[in-house]
């Protein structure tokens, strides 16, 4: 079995900066592929972020609409994964997910492949 508990979460004004946090225990500790999701009403669950590690070799992915505020880091000491999202915008508030990937050779850019799941943390910015 596998945990994915993501915290960080919150309410901050727009312009602001906000960090996720994901810690990985059990089988998802160990995971290579890793990612951050959300899914605002009506809409279908995106993927925002994703890292794959492979010894020194790290990998990673940013949708279109997230590139240049936001970045993915790990810490494997940790099992921890980061977001860091600067210049928040209104548009961004929703419930981000953490999901992990056991098998994936590389970044994991679809959400419907990932094998497990946070329970997710909201995310509001106020305008």
């Known amino acids: 079995q596998g945990q994915l508990v993501e915290s960080g979460g919150g309410l901050v004004q727009a312009g602001a900066p906000l960090r996720l946090c994901c810690a990985a225990s059990g089988r998802t500790g160990t995971s290579a592929a890793m990612g951050w999701c959300r899914q605002a009403p009506g809409r279908e669950r995106e993927v925002v972020a994703a890292?794959?590690?492979?010894?020194?070799?790290?990998?990673?992915y940013y949708a279109d609409s997230v590139k240049g505020r936001f970045t993915i880091s790990r810490n494997n000491a940790k099992n921890a994964v980061y977001l860091r999202m600067n210049r928040l915008k209104p548009e961004y508030t929703t419930v981000y997910y953490c999901a992990a990937d056991l098998k994936a050779r590389a970044v994991v850019t679809s959400h419907t492949a990932y094998d497990y799941w946070g329970q997710g943390t909201q995310v509001t910015v106020s305008s």
């Open positions: 890292i794959r590690w492979s010894g020194s070799s790290v990998n990673s």
